[in-house]
């Protein structure tokens, strides 16, 4: 049976590591580091798993590292967070242009400057068109059953991608939760054994792994490839989800539409944001306005008909994003969110909040805030200013 | 298993095996690398002791060797970086301009 625990973020992402018995897990040992890999290492001390753990000199040789033995054909697990990810930056390309099924915590911190450790998702938001996808959770209890869902998809031979799962750092990674385990055999069952795309290292079928491009001019092509093997992934984490519900009664998908069925105005949000939007929606139910969340999941692959589909009926829509993007028309998440609804013949207005950048909290009168100003334009059908900030001191 | 690229650039999307991966070792042998070459390195036998460091420090695989032996350099890859003739114990190479 699986039992009920109460643990941090990382640990219950280190358990889920634990349950999936990667062959090698390269990491940077220090800050921006977390206890997912300090964890981890202790199981490895301690015999309760059969990985080759190396301790790398950065983050850059974390994935270097991990691009090595996945080529190799092992499975590769790896964590990072900000800073570590942003010195990771040109493997994360080679790690998903070689298609190397690399599972990878990012915990979602800032990047400095000024200094600064805490949460927002400006890491990943940088990493967006590496090639890897990219599922963001709400709780530990998502962060635990995406890790196992993510060695499944990224492992697909359909798929044949790097999986990035996203934790919102601190909020999810620090804090104790209660979540739900999975018996070890259940997991271990669910994730199954490793069937490598290819190794390096069967002497019998000798085989070139990152080549030089010539002056043939085949990139274009490559990478176009693997954005049609991006979006294919989509009828994976699909049916992983739905598989993983079997086994657990936590079903995933590409998205969670929360009371969006009959709703006016909807937040659409990544991360742990997701909780007390969730609970601002009930309380806004009870007095009569009909509002809704669409939790959005998967941000590589971007599902943007299922998307377009699911706020068809909504009147005014707020994308919140824990980003920024300097010079641009609002930030990632609005823009594409955006662009999803534009093709609608309804043309839906979308207001952008920025929110929590270097962990500033974002609290339930925020976010009855956001509702209240779309019943405003929903109301007048003025959208007003298009980008706006919450919480920000201006 | 050889890997049949005479048509490669007409190769379209999905016709490249998955990740740039190609069924197939050793191919950079059929990449000449050798007109990128601006110093040319002279080995000069008499001199040789066939200690193969050159061998060992050659970043290409540009020091052909027959039976443990240093017979000559591969000039269709050497790039003339010049590691052989720096690390060469009894300079039997010297590194000297490309002609043209």
């Known amino acids: ?394 | 298993m050889t890997w049949d690229i005479s048509n490669i650039k007409k190769w379209k999307v999905g016709d490249h095996p998955a990740g740039v991966t190609i069924p197939e070792g050793g191919t950079a042998h059929q990449y000449k690398t050798g007109g990128w070459r601006s110093e040319k390195p002279e080995w000069f036998e008499d001199r040789c002791t066939h200690c193969m460091i050159c061998w060992m420090f050659c970043p290409d695989t540009s020091i052909e060797i027959k039976d443990e032996k240093m017979v000559g350099i591969d000039f269709d890859h050497c790039k003339g970086c010049g590691i052989c003739a720096e690390e060469c114990p009894v300079d039997a190479i010297e590194m000297n301009e490309e002609e043209k």
């Open chain 1, 1 to 394: 049976m699986a039992k009920t625990v109460a643990l941090t973020g990382n640990v219950a992402c280190a358990q889920a590591m634990r349950q999936a018995d990667p062959d090698v897990v390269a990491a940077y040992p220090i800050t921006p580091q977390t206890t997912i890999v300090e964890e981890f290492s202790t199981y490895v001390a301690n015999g309760l798993v059969n990985t080759e753990y190396v301790t790398v000199e950065s983050e850059h040789s974390a994935m270097s590292a991990s691009i090595g033995a996945s080529a190799a054909g092992s499975r590769v697990m790896t964590a990072t967070a900000s800073q570590g990810l942003a010195l990771m930056w040109e493997e994360l390309y080679i790690a998903s242009a070689y298609r190397l099924p690399i599972i990878m915590h990012n915990v979602n911190r800032t990047l400095s400057g000024p200094i600064n450790i805490h949460c927002d998702h400006q890491d990943s938001m940088g990493a967006r068109d590496s090639g890897w996808i990219q599922l963001f959770c709400e709780n530990a209890q998502e962060a635990y059953d995406t890790t196992l869902q993510a060695v499944r998809i990224a492992e697909d031979h359909r798929v044949k991608l790097p999986v990035m799962v996203c934790l919102d750092g601190f909020i999810i990674s620090h804090a104790i939760d209660r979540l739900d385990i999975l018996d070890d055999d259940v997991a271990a069952k669910f994730v199954g054994e490793f069937d490598a795309p290819i190794t390096m290292l069967d002497a019998n079928n000798p085989i070139t792994v990152g080549p030089f491009d010539g002056l043939h001019g085949s990139f274009f092509e490559f990478r176009r490839d693997q954005e049609l093997a991006t979006l294919g992934s989509v009828p994976v984490i699909e049916e992983v989800g739905k598989e993983y519900g079997q086994i657990s009664g936590r079903e995933y998908g590409l998205f969670e539409a929360y009371k969006l069925d009959d709703a006016e105005v909807a937040i659409v949000v990544l991360g742990s944001a997701a909780g007390t939007t969730r609970v601002v929606v009930d309380k806004l139910r009870e007095s009569g306005i009909k509002a809704g969340l669409l939790k959005l999941r998967s941000f590589r692959p971007f599902p943007a008909e299922q998307i377009a589909e699911a706020l068809a009926g909504v009147k005014a829509v707020a994308a919140l994003d824990r980003s920024l993007s300097p010079g641009a028309i609002g930030a990632p998440l609005f823009q594409e969110i955006r662009s999803a609804l534009y093709d609608q013949a309804s043309r839906v207005p979308v207001i952008n909040y920025i929110y929590g950048l270097g962990g500033r909290d974002v609290s339930m009168p925020n976010l009855e805030q956001v509702f209240n100003d779309l019943s405003q334009v929903a109301k007048s059908g003025q959208t007003g200013p298009v980008i706006r900030y919450l919480g920000l001191k201006e």
